[in-house]
């Protein structure tokens, strides 16, 4: 027993000295900590002026744009003044038989909205339904498969459909009055 007493106070001292002799001390782990804590708040405050000069950020020509313009030339529109988007559904959805290359038929289903930002407009727009339609099945029907389903297909026949719309709105009211056109479905079999 007297033994188990002499190696226990042995251990108990050796670990005391491995503490202050190899093990960190409280102190040491305060200044350790305080150091990451910087070099995390340096890292913090480093990395977006980084990042903008590594990835184009600080772009001199984008700050010389003239009001108005955005970074490609276009228009900028300042939404705030702007009525309310009103859309209204050019149903049911169009139906057309599609030609793809090796001849098979294939069908197209699209679901079409116009959007206007005056009630009036969308008043028109639903008075002229059938003649936007009817341009709408034909315009489609001159579009191969693969020109539809190609990366920017789609878009360019949203594009030519609301040009067309606005054409018969044009004639038919003196004003454009569809702003766009959106595909709220499409299906293609």
Excluded: C
Excluded at 51 to 73: F, H, K, S, T, V
Excluded at 82 to 94: C, G, Q, V
Excluded at 110 to 127: H, W
Aim: no cysteine; net charge negative.
């Amino acid at each position: 027993m007297a033994e188990q007493d002499i190696e226990d106070r042995e251990t108990e001292e050796n670990g005391s000295e491995s503490a202050a002799k190899g093990g960190m001390s409280m102190g040491k782990m305060a200044i350790v900590g305080v150091g990451i804590f910087l070099i995390l708040v340096a890292a913090q405050v480093a990395v977006p002026p980084l990042n903008d000069m590594l990835y184009g950020g600080g772009d001199p020509e984008a700050e010389e744009l003239e009001e108005g313009e955005d970074a490609d030339g276009m228009a900028t529109v300042d939404v705030s003044n702007l009525d309310p988007a009103i859309y209204t559904p050019l149903d049911p959805p169009l139906i057309v038989s599609l030609t793809d290359a090796t001849g098979t038929s294939r069908f197209l289903q699209l679901s079409v909205q116009a959007m206007s930002r005056s009630q009036n407009s969308i008043d028109q727009i639903r008075t002229h339904a059938p003649a936007l339609r009817n341009t709408f099945l034909f315009l489609i029907s001159d579009w191969s498969y693969e020109d539809i389903v190609k990366p920017d297909g789609k878009e360019q026949l949203r594009a030519a459909m609301l040009a067309e719309a606005r054409e018969i709105m044009r004639a038919n009211t003196g004003e454009p009055s569809v702003e766009e056109l959106y595909f709220t479905s499409l299906v293609i079999q």
